[in-house]
T-cell receptor, first 115, second 115 residues
Framework: DAMVIQNPRYQVTQFGKPVTLSCSQT?????MYWYQQKSSQAPKLLFHYYDKDFNNEADTPDNFQSRRPNTSFCFLDIRSPGLGDAAMYLC??????????????FGPGTRLTVT | GENVEQHPSTLSVQEGDSAVIKCTYSDSASNYFPWYKQELGKRPQLIID?????GEKKDQRIAVTLNKTAKHFSLHITETQPEDSAVYFC??????????????FGRGTQLTVWP
């Protein structure tokens, strides 16, 4: 049973053309994360939501935005994709940290290609 | 912020041999240390984790050890099998303030198990 779902699995966009990646979860976790992973590198945290509280990493480019309309869904918007934004984008969720939830559950990822 | 170093970057072993991957971290406040396995093109999956109040944890062929004094932790895989071939990431979580739950990843180790 899929717990963290990402759509689409593969996305091709043109240089400068806005693109939106989506993530949904059936775990009812209140924390959701977006990571960027380039080839042969570790996942790099872009931002995360603790409920509706948005936390941006200091080095995340302004080109990347996120929305979380409800507990189940989270979106990653790339306003003007550049060639350097081609990567795998991973969504992850975890339970309330205050309650001791640390394990992050990853989705299958969206492979973004920029032409 | 936290800095996690992981070694080696590549590791080749013969089937049946043991494999050891080592990580060090810099922030003594880190108290959660997961290990993720990522097969080519797939999502990272948690294989084992350890909390700072435990020195060792074992799950079948996989074990993790933690030395808080030296700030290092290691993954041990015994009786390796070809299906163990993947990239392994260590991570550390600093349980404090705005970084609550945030994972700091090592750069990964490509493990290859030869039949």
């Amino acid at each position: 049973d899929a717990m963290v779902i990402q759509n689409p699995r593969y996305q091709v966009t043109q240089f400068g053309k806005p693109v939106t990646l989506s993530c949904s979860q059936t775990l009812n976790h209140n924390v959701m994360y977006w990571y960027q992973q380039k080839s042969s590198q570790a996942p790099k945290l872009l931002f995360h939501y603790y409920d509706k509280d948005f936390n941006n990493e200091a080095d995340t480019p302004d080109n990347f935005q996120s929305r979380r309309p409800n507990t189940s869904f989270c979106f990653l918007d790339i306003r003007s994709p550049g060639l350097g934004d081609a990567a795998m984008y991973l969504c992850a969720t975890s339970r309330d940290h205050e309650a001791g939830g640390f394990e992050q559950y990853f989705g299958p990822g969206t492979r973004l290609t920029v032409t | 912020g936290e800095n996690v170093e992981q070694h080696p970057s590549t590791l080749s072993v013969q089937e049946g041999d043991s494999a050891v991957i080592k990580c060090t971290y810099s922030d003594s406040a880190s108290n959660y240390f997961p290990w993720y396995k990522q097969e080519l093109g797939k999502r990272p999956q948690l294989i084992i984790d350890i909390r700072s109040n435990v020195g060792e944890k074992k799950d079948q062929r996989i074990a993790v050890t933690l030395n808080k004094t030296a700030k290092h932790f290691s993954l041990h895989i015994t009786e390796t099998q070809p299906e163990d071939s993947a990239v392994y990431f260590c991570a550390a979580s600093v349980d404090r303030g705005s970084t609550l739950g945030r994972l700091y990843f090592g750069r990964g180790t490509q493990l290859t198990v030869w039949p």
